[in-house]
């Protein structure tokens, strides 16, 4: 999970994590979410060794709350799993 240049959060999946990166600070993609948003600064990975578990966790993080991913950075996991449950009982 990259943050962008105007405070929102980027997330995606590779397999070269320093290359894709540089690709976002450089604006090798028009298409991509963070080209009017270099520079990215990472925050956040996580290393999977399946492809389709990568996927899964990002779509899961794309649902996550802006203060859910912050305690994320922040490895808080009493504040991640907190926030997990007042979703729930909504």
Known sequence: MAEC???SYDVGV??????RIEQHNIGYDRKANTFTRCPVVLRSYQ????????????????GWSRKKKE????EDWDEVKRLSNLKKKI
């Open 5 to 7: 240049s105007d405070g």
């Open 71 to 74: 305690a994320l950075f922040n």
């Open 14 to 19: 590779t397999n070269d994590l320093e290359i």
């Open 47 to 62: 290393r999977f060794n399946l492809i389709e578990q990568a996927i899964e966790f990002e779509k899961q993080l794309k």
